[in-house]
Every structure is written in C-alpha cells, then in structure tokens.
C-alpha cells in the first residue's frame, strides 16, 4: 500500500469517492428543496380563467381549486356517471354540460359539471328528468365548485351499453353533446352546494358531490434520497476496489514468492 502506484491509485479512488459524496449531498440538497414546495391556495373561490384555460390541459396549480363562473346548462345533454362513492355510499353523478360566461370563464366555451349524487343510476336518471323538465334549468346562473383533473377510461364490462361511463372524462362527453363547436375545458366542475346550486339539488332531489381539498405536496422527497444513500454507497465501494485491488496484488506476490521458495528448495 505504501507503493508509488497504490498510492497514487489510492489518491484517484478518493477523488472519485468524492465526487460520488458531492453527487450525495446535491441528491439530499434537492430532496430538501423539494419538500420547501410554496403551499397553493385552493379553497379561496377564484374565476375559472385564472385556474385553467381550454388552450391547455389542468396544471398542478389549477387541479383541485375551488373557482366560480358563469354559465348556462344546455337542456338533453345531462348524463349518469356510475359508480361514483359519496360520504362512503355507492351511488351515481347527474353530469350537465354548462356553456361557459365570460368574465370568469372563456365565453361560449363548454364545462363538463358534476351536479349532484344520487343513491343509484335509477334515481340520477329521475333526477335529470326533473331538472330538465325544469324551465329555469337552462338559464344563465353563477356557480362554485372545485376544477378537478379528468379521470382515466374505463373499458365498459361485457353486455354493457359501448356509451356507459364509469369515470369523468369530459373529452368523451364533448362527442356526445350536442352543439359543441368551440373549445371545450379538459377538466371538469364538482359544483358546491351554494348559491344558486342549492335550489337545483333541492329540486332534483341530489345531494351535493363530496368536494375535497386537494392533499398537500409531499414532504420528503424519497426518490432523492434514495439517490443520495445510493452515491454514498459507491463512494465507499470506490475505496474498497482500491483496498481490493491493493490487497489481490500483494496476494499475488505473496504467493509468488512462496512459489519461488519451493522451487528453491527443491532444487537443492
């Protein structure tokens, strides 16, 4: 170990053990920066132009805020989304398809909303009748809710309806609307039981969709610090091939020259 050559072997091993301890430290300085993510507002009510827009899909900044527009629900266009659970219960969304007001929200443009929940897809189906049956369904109206990010297909069952929807995806509804020629929103509405949405419920016999904040960003960053124990790890290994490859050398010519002893010996 003291040669020349293992020495200055043993000087690389600690640059590169080095730069693998920095690579640590910077994986655990981003795992630390991450978690410092700026808390978003989203229970304040804002419009829905600054939440998202139709030009883009819903950021992280948008998902999950409470907004508030304008808008009026199109009469024929109302479906059932089932199974969807509520405070624990098993039921099914009356969705309506709003076109949207300015200043709030881009003018003319279309919003899919869930309504409300009922207990089954039987009684959603007689809730949209009523609604429907209802002249002032379809006048403009100011509403709340919370802009959520659209759920991923669900392939119907064998038998089932082709048109039959387990999951909210508004890309789909804008093929079944009728009069859709403009923009149409990614994300859809979960509407708040206030304002003028609280007559509607009543009439239609709903009950308000559970409406949750989303959960807060995570506090610990694991993937990074798994990468940070992970340079560690091949810090020390860079020292122990040193240790390794110093130690096979002198085995080597330990043996050699026990090799070299016997000959000796036997020679004589």
């Given at each position: 170990m003291r040669r020349p050559r293992w020495i200055l072997a043993l000087v690389f091993a600690m640059i590169v053990a080095s730069v693998f301890a920095w690579l640590g430290q910077w994986q655990m300085d981003?795992?630390?920066?991450?978690?410092?993510?700026?808390?978003?507002?989203?229970?304040?009510?804002?419009?829905?132009?600054?939440?998202?827009?139709?030009?883009?899909?819903?950021?992280?900044?948008?998902?999950?805020?409470?907004?508030?527009?304008?808008g009026a629900f199109v009469r024929g266009d109302s479906r059932v989304v089932s199974p969807r659970v509520n405070d624990g219960q098993t039921g099914a969304w009356v969705v309506g398809h709003l076109v949207t007001e300015a200043p709030?929200?881009?003018?003319?443009?279309?919003?899919?909303?869930?309504?409300?929940?009922?207990?089954d897809e039987a009684a959603a189906e007689r809730a949209i009748e009523k609604l429907e049956a209802d002249p002032e369904f379809s006048e403009p109206r100011t509403i709340e809710g919370?802009?959520?990010?659209?759920?991923?297909?669900?392939?119907?069952?064998?038998?089932?309806?082709?048109?039959?929807?387990?999951?909210?995806?508004?890309?789909?509804?804008?093929?079944?609307?009728?009069?859709?020629?403009?923009?149409v929103y990614s994300g859809y509405l979960v509407m708040h039981d206030s304002g003028a949405a609280e007559p509607l419920l009543a009439e239609a016999g709903l009950d308000p969709v559970d409406s949750v904040a989303p959960l807060p960003a995570e506090t610990v960053n694991w993937l990074n610090i798994f990468y940070g124990v992970e340079w560690i790890v091949f810090a020390g290994f860079a020292l122990f091939l040193w240790y390794r490859l110093t130690r096979d050398a002198w085995e080597k010519e330990h043996e050699l020259k026990l090799l070299q002893a016997a000959d000796a010996e036997a020679a004589r």
């Open positions: 981003s795992a630390v920066r991450n978690a410092a993510v700026e808390e978003v507002d989203t229970e304040t009510p804002r419009p829905l132009q600054e939440a998202s827009d139709t030009l883009v899909g819903v950021t992280d900044e948008g998902a999950g805020v409470v907004v508030h527009l304008d709030d929200a881009a003018p003319g443009a279309h919003l899919a909303v869930a309504i409300g929940w009922a207990a919370r802009f959520m990010p659209p759920e991923g297909p669900q392939v119907p069952k064998a038998g089932e309806d082709p048109q039959v929807m387990h999951t909210m995806i508004p890309a789909f509804l804008a093929n079944v609307w009728t009069g859709v020629d403009s923009p």
